[in-house]
């Protein structure tokens, strides 16, 4: 199935809503492209919201992953670990 595109999110606002969809399971692919194009400018304030709401979405969607026994989930852990380390500009 082709995924509609979602907008890149550059400020926190669509980095929650972005992160929402994610945390949701509400379309993967998509989700997964957004986030490896958005930029986010990291300053006091917002940096330590952006870093709560991104654990905790992390940790939702691996919470999901073990208690449904989810064989991916290691896929799940190398995804965000591309993101966060190799694909993600700050």
């Not at 692919?29 to 957004?34: D, G, K, N, W």
């Not at 208690?67 to 290691?74: P, Y």
Request: proline content about 3%; aromatic content about 10%.
């Amino acid at each position: 199935m082709i995924s509609a595109p979602i907008n890149p999110p550059r400020i926190y606002s669509e980095w929650v809503e972005v992160l929402d969809m994610l945390r949701t399971k509400a379309d993967d692919e998509a989700v997964l492209q957004a986030l490896l194009r958005g930029t986010v400018e990291w300053q006091s304030g917002v940096a330590e919201r952006f870093a709560k709401k991104l654990t905790d979405t992390i940790n939702a969607r691996m919470n999901d992953a073990t208690d449904t026994e989810n064989l991916a989930a290691g896929c799940f852990s190398t995804m965000w670990f591309y993101v966060l380390v190799q694909g993600h500009r700050f």
